[in-house]
């Protein structure tokens, strides 16, 4: 066994020994070990013999040796340039990237039928440009600046601003029913239509994008359930959690978009368990070293990391690579309840929520350079809501205040002002968002 560990210390440092100077991508080098420790961390929890163990280890060195700078390709992608690292999936999109001539394609049909239904007034036509660019803006691609991501950790993409007037965020409370979209600059609140199961089929949900969806995870009326929205309905998938989710738990979309981190929750229990969903499967990860029921999950310096606990009421705050969850410095208050945003700046935004001392606060804290600081406050004291990050402006919808407000980040990502924009129609706990085009589903 000692021996077999020394070999697994080989090999995992096998990266920083094998980067010779005609290395020409050692960045994308780091990225593939990440993902190859990743596999072999999992592979080495779902074993059961020490055959099972030399496996792993077997395919784990052969995925060291294939990344652009291992011993298959000493000089990078110019050696590989087929490795998947290596690929651009947005070079000549318009020709080889599926996902973004669908997209497109669905654009497009959007625009000429509306154009087509369209009576002879400028507005109406004006309108439809506006619906067909907000539909651009989900596409992959779209003036975007990406890098290689791993399965844990995820580069932000280049935010890119969008006047308040044309943001339209799609708000599904724990009554389906009650849906409504709201505009960015507060001018508009409009009943949605969405089609469900049954009426509380998003109560306690968590939820994230995956390829563009919004999807859901557990919740009170299957705790492993996981859900996608189709045009305006909400369809059951037949993969599910691996563990039940009843509350508490919470999702981050991560590698660009492509998959879904799910952690946390609690069922007869609280769970410090966490999986990955790819949009056809479910893969469990690790285990945190503590719970965050209720404590949210966003982007820190590109990994996914989560802050306190509302059942054990504790401080501590975590990041999650691919060698497990490390510690960053505790939060100055037992937070929970909280909102949870990653900037470009690599720095994390947590937003309200609830102080075991004093109850829902109004803070916007920052963890910046591993320092916790308050940068600002909500207008009115709130938990339990819901954040999204849209064109440099964060808009926060209030569960105990009912307030929607909209916090605005200069190019530098400094907070530049809070401003309320509406109300909710009632108190609506950790509503669903997505960001979406004007009249949908109504």
């Excluded at 820190?300 to 960053?328: D, I, P, R």
Aim: net charge negative; hydrophobic share 30%.
């Amino acid at each position: 066994m000692i021996l077999q560990f020394l070999g697994v210390f080989a090999l995992f440092c096998e990266g920083a020994l094998q980067k010779e100077p005609t290395c020409n991508d050692p960045e994308i080098n780091d990225d593939c070990l990440t993902v190859c420790r990743l596999d072999y961390v999992t592979c080495r929890q779902n074993c059961d013999s020490t055959s099972c163990e030399s496996a792993c280890l077997a395919v784990y060195s052969d995925c060291n040796s294939s990344c652009p700078c291992g011993a298959d390709c000493p000089a990078g992608c110019v050696d590989c340039p087929e490795h998947p690292f290596c690929e651009d999936e947005c070079e000549d999109a318009q020709i080889n990237n599926e996902k973004y001539q669908a997209c497109l394609n669905e654009a497009v049909f959007e625009l000429d039928f509306c154009l087509k239904t369209c009576p002879p007034e400028i507005g109406c036509h004006n309108s439809c440009y506006e619906n067909y660019t907000q539909m651009l803006f989900l596409c992959p691609c779209i003036e975007q600046e990406t890098t290689t991501t791993t399965e844990i950790s995820t580069t932000t993409t280049e935010i890119t601003p969008i006047e308040p007037s044309d943001v339209f965020i799609l708000v599904i409370p724990h009554y389906v029913d009650k849906s409504y979209w709201q505009s960015g600059d507060g001018s508009s609140q409009i009943s949605a239509t969405i089609n469900a199961p049954d009426n509380y089929y998003a109560y306690r949900a968590a939820h994230a994008l995956v390829n563009g969806k919004l999807h859901i995870f557990g919740g009170f009326t299957d705790y492993k359930k996981i859900a996608r929205l189709d045009d305006c309905t909400l369809n059951e998938l037949t993969v599910r959690l691996n563990e039940e989710r009843k509350y508490g738990h919470e999702a981050l979309s991560i590698e660009n978009g492509k998959k879904a981190l799910i952690c946390f929750g609690y069922n007869d229990y609280n769970l410090k368990t966490c999986e990955i969903f790819d949009g056809s499967t479910t893969v469990s990860t690790f285990a945190s070293n503590w719970t965050h029921s209720y404590g949210g999950l966003g982007l820190y310096k590109n990994q996914a990391a989560s802050v306190g606990c509302f059942s054990e009421e504790h401080q501590k705050a975590e990041t999650l690579s691919a060698s497990g969850w490390t510690s960053l410095p505790d939060h100055p208050k037992q937070i929970s309840g909280y909102s949870l945003v990653g900037l470009e700046n690599q720095s994390l935004l947590l937003i309200g929520g609830y102080d075991y001392r004093n109850g829902a606060q109004s803070g916007i804290w920052q963890l910046k350079n591993e320092n916790w600081n308050q940068i600002g406050e909500l207008l009115q004291a709130d938990e339990a809501g819901s954040a999204i990050y849209i064109g440099r402006s964060i808009y926060y919808f209030g569960y105990v205040s009912k307030a929607i407000e909209r916090l605005d980040f200069n190019e530098a990502e400094d907070l530049q002002s809070v401003s309320k924009i509406g109300n909710q129609p009632s108190d609506f706990f950790i509503p669903v968002l997505f960001q979406t085009v004007s009249n949908y589903c109504i």
